[in-house]
Nanobody
């Protein structure tokens, strides 16, 4: 089970930190995705169990994915937010062959809404 939290509304240039609490299995890869109204779902960032992370070009340098293995929690620190970042953000987890933002994930959270106003 994956449960996201931390979404909200901020102004452009602001910051938010999303959290995803995991229970059940131990996953080799976890990731954040987002989907804006009328757009396809987009992989934002992914992280392996050893901490190696990969980011979509659209968020590189602004977002940071991290994990607390002891707490089994995934985080997404989002800085310098832009209106284009407005979307529902989803946590995903699984055991893909390659841990990337384009990987397929078996488990998904319900999502948390992020709204950035200009």
């Amino acid at each position: 089970q994956l449960v996201e939290s931390g979404g909200g509304s901020v102004q452009s240039g602001g910051s938010l930190r999303l959290s995803c609490a995991a229970s059940g299995y131990i996953f080799s890869c976890m990731a954040w995705f987002r989907q804006a109204p009328g757009k396809e779902r987009e992989g934002v960032a992914a992280i392996r169990g050893d901490g190696r992370a990969i980011y979509a070009d659209t968020v590189k340098g602004r977002f940071t994915i991290s994990q607390d293995n002891a707490k089994r929690t995934l985080y997404l620190q989002m800085n310098n937010l832009e209106p284009e970042d407005t979307a529902m953000y989803y946590c995903a987890a699984g055991w893909p062959l390659l841990c990337t933002v384009n990987a397929g994930f078996r488990y998904w959270g319900q999502g948390t809404q992020v709204t950035v106003s200009s």
